[in-house]
């Protein structure tokens, strides 16, 4: 299935976009992410790209740590920002994840407000039932989906004290068991309870950890899955980048662990109902 | 190969080096024994306690500052005129930590390694300005002067490979590497746990053994935690006539909150609490400008000694430092010398374990009233 992200980011999906969101959304949004410095893994493909897009648009500071160089490249000269930093490695290469780290902090001058662990991967090519996984299929998913996010964040979370905020992005695969997915469902129910520790560890720092399951959307690791899969029926990441980005902004997170219904339904109450969006 | 922790550290040579004055290289066997014995030396006495205990043992309310800086890479192996050479960034002459442009060094030679201590590894060069130190995918950096015989000012100049300087340093540079250690340090072993700004040169080693567990219990015992950013350059040269300036200046960063906190803390008699002699240096040289701390970037040139004391810091939390090294002089800016010397003989004598990696000596300052100010 193809779906070319990298035409698509310029189309509709920012939040300057009239169409998208009401003007007193978007000036809000403004004013809360103007200089907030993220960093995303995974930032080259799909919900990553989006993110970065659009916090870039809105201000925001961003560096992006992504393994595959051209795309990266192509990124960078499509997004064309002096506020964005491409980092060109492998997030689950342990010998490489200090230099990650250190540029990253430069580039933010030693503060980091977000860190969004974006990356991941299936474990292995193509998804099979548990006994026909590979253990090393296994390891590198635990390794990518929840080792390297671990690493990231000790090495982050020093930037981070006073206010900050930890995003993982989980799955409905990490709490219902969908047969043959085996390794990535058990990476990432590793990773959710990550998060549920983290969030109790650092709350002590006032730094926040939350994990977000995004819904089924259009991505590469998706149709790498499911290679016929309807692309009507997945969610484009543009507009959960969107909503995530009005999510976090709102500064209003009573769970460690968000399911898509559930964080969704609140963006969508307080941007399309009566509430107020942001902080 | 060595265990990836924050919290763990580098083996020691397991036969027992030994170092000057017959001092025993205690066994420091994992990376998660690193040591946590504490030397205490206070209102001239000397004893023994454990680091975990430093919420109690400091009675008195304290603000204690760390380094938040990260350690980069400072060795590079390379070509000059033919010859292998490596060349270690000593001293940081760049205006603040956004740039990694320009530094002094001095040259080794590149025929052996860190694994053959630095003093053996000397090289004569009187001609090496303007040549440029090449790697061997073509990269290079230029020696652009001779401050001194064997000190070398260089600039690291980007490349289409690689954008900025501080990519050069990370793609082409190893950490600093020591003789008496038998395996390689790797990245998670050079960093503290509380790093931030790439900053430094040598690791703030009196950062090893600290963990979250004891800084948030630090907290709860009412304590301030500040942070600072120095940028340690190195600490032993290897060139007898370069060692007796260390020293060098170092660029040191205070922050607004930090410098708050601090005026706030003499202000509320809480007592300042250094955590290495690295931030002991910048404390004392803020300070001394105004009788203030105060917010910016600046160099400290000071060097505290017997005829220069500490002024402001009331404690320093710092390693085990032999006798004839800057370190145990910065001491005796604590301490007169015959404590100084008693305090070594004692943790001599207990087993102490000596240099990054080892035990702590905590010394309060026996000269330090702050009627004075």
Same mark, same amino acid.
């Given at each position: 299935?193809?779906?070319?992200?990298?035409?698509?980011?310029?189309?509709?999906?920012?939040?300057?976009?009239?169409?998208?969101?009401?003007?007193?959304?978007?000036?809000?949004?403004?004013?809360?992410?103007?200089?907030?410095?993220?960093?995303?893994?995974?930032?080259?493909?799909?919900?990553?790209?989006?993110?970065?897009?659009?916090?870039?648009?809105?201000?925001?500071?961003?560096?992006?740590?992504? #393994?595959?160089?051209? #795309?990266?490249?192509?990124? !960078?000269?499509?997004?064309?920002?002096?506020?964005?930093?491409?980092?060109?490695?492998?997030?689950?290469?342990?010998?490489?994840?200090?230099?990650?780290?250190?540029?990253?902090?430069?580039?933010?001058?030693?503060?980091?407000?977000?860190?969004?662990?974006?990356?991941?991967?299936?474990?292995?090519?193509?998804?099979?039932?548990?006994?026909?996984?590979?253990?090393?299929?296994?390891?590198? /998913?635990?390794?990518?989906?929840?080792? /390297?996010?671990? #690493?990231?964040? !000790?090495?982050?979370?020093?930037?981070?004290?006073?206010?900050?905020?930890?995003?993982?992005?989980?799955?409905?695969?990490?709490?219902?068991?969908?047969?043959?997915?085996?390794?990535?469902?058990?990476?990432?129910?590793?990773?959710?309870?990550?998060?549920?520790?983290?969030?109790?560890?650092?709350?002590?720092?006032?730094?926040? $950890?939350?994990?977000?399951?995004?819904?089924?959307?259009?991505?590469?690791?998706?149709?790498?899955?499911?290679?016929?899969?309807?692309?009507?029926?997945?969610?484009?990441?543009?507009?959960? /980048?969107?909503?995530?980005?009005?999510?976090? /902004?709102?500064?209003?997170?009573?769970?460690?662990?968000?399911? $898509?219904?559930?964080?969704?339904?609140? &963006? !969508?109450? $307080? &941007?399309?109902?009566?509430?107020?969006?942001?902080? | 190969?060595?265990?990836?922790?924050?919290?763990?550290?580098?083996?020691?040579?397991?036969?027992?080096?030994?170092?000057?004055?017959?001092?025993?290289?205690?066994?420091?066997?994992?990376?998660?024994?690193?040591?946590?014995?504490?030397?205490?030396?206070? @209102?001239?006495?000397?004893?023994?306690?454990?680091?975990?205990?430093?919420?109690?043992?400091?009675?008195?309310?304290?603000?204690?500052?760390?380094?938040?800086?990260?350690?980069?890479?400072?060795?590079?192996?390379?070509?000059?005129?033919?010859?292998?050479?490596?060349?270690?960034?000593? =001293?940081?002459?760049?205006?603040?930590?956004?740039?990694?442009?320009?530094?002094?060094?001095?040259?080794?030679?590149?025929?052996?390694?860190?694994?053959?201590?630095?003093?053996?590894?000397?090289?004569?060069?009187?001609?090496?300005?303007?040549?440029?130190?090449?790697?061997?995918?073509?990269?290079?950096?230029?020696?652009?002067?001779?401050?001194?015989?064997?000190?070398?000012?260089?600039?690291?100049?980007?490349?289409?490979?690689?954008?900025?300087?501080?990519?050069?340093?990370?793609?082409?540079?190893?950490?600093?590497?020591?003789?008496?250690?038998?395996?390689?340090?790797?990245?998670?072993?050079?960093?503290?746990?509380?790093?931030?700004?790439?900053?430094?040169?040598?690791?703030? =080693?009196?950062?090893?053994?600290?963990?979250?567990?004891?800084?948030?219990?630090?907290?709860?015992?009412?304590?301030?935690?500040?942070?600072?950013?120095?940028?340690?350059?190195?600490?032993?040269?290897?060139?007898?006539?370069?060692?007796?300036?260390?020293?060098?200046?170092?660029?040191?960063?205070?922050?607004?909150?930090?410098?708050?906190?601090?005026?706030?803390?003499?202000?509320?008699?809480?007592?300042?609490?250094?955590?290495?002699?690295?931030?002991?240096?910048?404390?004392?040289?803020?300070?001394?400008?105004?009788?203030?701390?105060?917010?910016?970037?600046?160099?400290?040139?000071?060097?505290?000694?017997?005829?220069?004391?500490?002024?402001?810091?009331?404690? %320093?939390?710092?390693? %085990?430092?032999?006798?004839?090294?800057?370190?145990?002089?910065? %001491?005796?800016?604590?301490?007169?010398?015959?404590?100084?010397?008693?305090?070594?003989?004692?943790?001599?004598?207990? @087993?102490?374990?000596?240099?990054?990696?080892?035990?702590?000596?905590?010394?309060?300052?026996?000269?330090?009233?702050?009627? =004075?100010?």
């Amino acid at each position: 299935m193809e779906f070319n992200e990298l035409d698509e980011i310029n189309k509709s999906y920012g939040l300057l976009d009239e169409q998208n969101y009401p003007k007193w959304v978007r000036e809000e949004l403004k004013n809360y992410w103007q200089s907030k410095h993220v960093l995303i893994t995974g930032g080259s493909r799909g919900l990553g790209l989006f993110l970065t897009k659009n916090l870039l648009d809105l201000g925001a500071k961003v560096a992006i740590v992504a #393994r595959d160089p051209i #795309r990266l490249q192509l990124v !960078k000269e499509q997004l064309n920002s002096e506020n964005l930093l491409t980092l060109n490695f492998d997030i689950g290469n342990k010998e490489t994840i200090h230099t990650v780290a250190s540029m990253a902090l430069s580039f933010f001058e030693g503060r980091v407000d977000y860190l969004i662990n974006n990356a991941s991967t299936l474990g292995g090519k193509e998804l099979r039932p548990l006994l026909d996984t590979p253990c090393e299929d296994i390891e590198h /998913a635990l390794n990518v989906n929840v080792v /390297a996010p671990f #690493r990231l964040t !000790k090495l982050v979370v020093p930037a981070m004290l006073g206010k900050g905020t930890v995003v993982n992005i989980t799955s409905d695969a990490s709490v219902t068991a969908y047969e043959t997915w085996g390794a990535y469902s058990i990476s990432k129910a590793a990773l959710d309870h990550m998060t549920r520790i983290m969030a109790k560890e650092f709350s002590k720092f006032n730094i926040e $950890a939350l994990a977000f399951d995004p819904g089924d959307m259009r991505t590469t690791l998706h149709f790498n899955a499911i290679p016929d899969a309807e692309i009507s029926d997945l969610l484009h990441p543009g507009d959960v /980048a969107l909503e995530l980005i009005v999510f976090l /902004a709102m500064e209003k997170h009573d769970q460690e662990r968000y399911a $898509a219904s559930c964080w969704k339904k609140v &963006v !969508k109450d $307080a &941007v399309f109902g009566t509430g107020q969006v942001v902080a | 190969m060595l265990e990836e922790s924050r919290e763990g550290r580098g083996v020691w040579n397991g036969t027992g080096g030994c170092l000057s004055y017959n001092v025993q290289i205690q066994h420091n066997s994992r990376l998660n024994d690193v040591g946590t014995n504490l030397l205490m030396v206070k @209102n001239g006495r000397i004893g023994t306690a454990s680091l975990r205990d430093l919420p109690f043992i400091l009675n008195k309310k304290s603000t204690l500052v760390l380094n938040n800086a990260m350690t980069l890479p400072a060795m590079f192996m390379g070509k000059l005129a033919g010859q292998k050479i490596e060349l270690r960034l000593v =001293s940081n002459l760049n205006s603040d930590f956004r740039t990694f442009n320009r530094w002094y060094g001095i040259l080794l030679d590149g025929n052996t390694d860190w694994r053959t201590r630095t003093e053996f590894r000397t090289v004569e060069l009187n001609h090496a300005s303007s040549s440029t130190i090449q790697f061997s995918d073509g990269c290079g950096i230029k020696i652009t002067d001779q401050i001194r015989k064997s000190l070398w000012e260089v600039t690291i100049n980007p490349s289409n490979e690689h954008p900025t300087a501080l990519d050069v340093i990370f793609s082409h540079g190893q950490f600093i590497q020591y003789s008496h250690l038998t395996h390689e340090l790797q990245p998670w072993d050079v960093q503290s746990i509380v790093f931030t700004i790439p900053a430094a040169l040598e690791p703030p =080693s009196s950062h090893f053994q600290l963990t979250w567990q004891l800084l948030s219990e630090l907290r709860e015992k009412g304590h301030n935690i500040v942070y600072i950013t120095h940028g340690s350059g190195v600490s032993d040269l290897g060139y007898p006539e370069l060692d007796h300036f260390l020293p060098f200046p170092e660029l040191y960063r205070v922050g607004k909150d930090a410098a708050t906190m601090l005026n706030e803390s003499v202000d509320t008699s809480y007592q300042i609490v250094a955590i290495g002699t690295s931030v002991t240096r910048a404390l004392e040289h803020n300070f001394n400008i105004n009788q203030q701390f105060n917010e910016g970037i600046f160099l400290a040139t000071n060097r505290l000694s017997s005829k220069n004391q500490a002024k402001v810091v009331e404690a %320093m939390l710092t390693g %085990m430092h032999l006798p004839n090294t800057s370190h145990y002089d910065l %001491m005796r800016g604590f301490l007169p010398d015959q404590m100084v010397h008693q305090s070594f003989k004692y943790a001599k004598a207990n @087993n102490f374990r000596w240099h990054e990696y080892g035990d702590l000596t905590l010394v309060f300052n026996h000269f330090k009233t702050r009627k =004075s100010f």
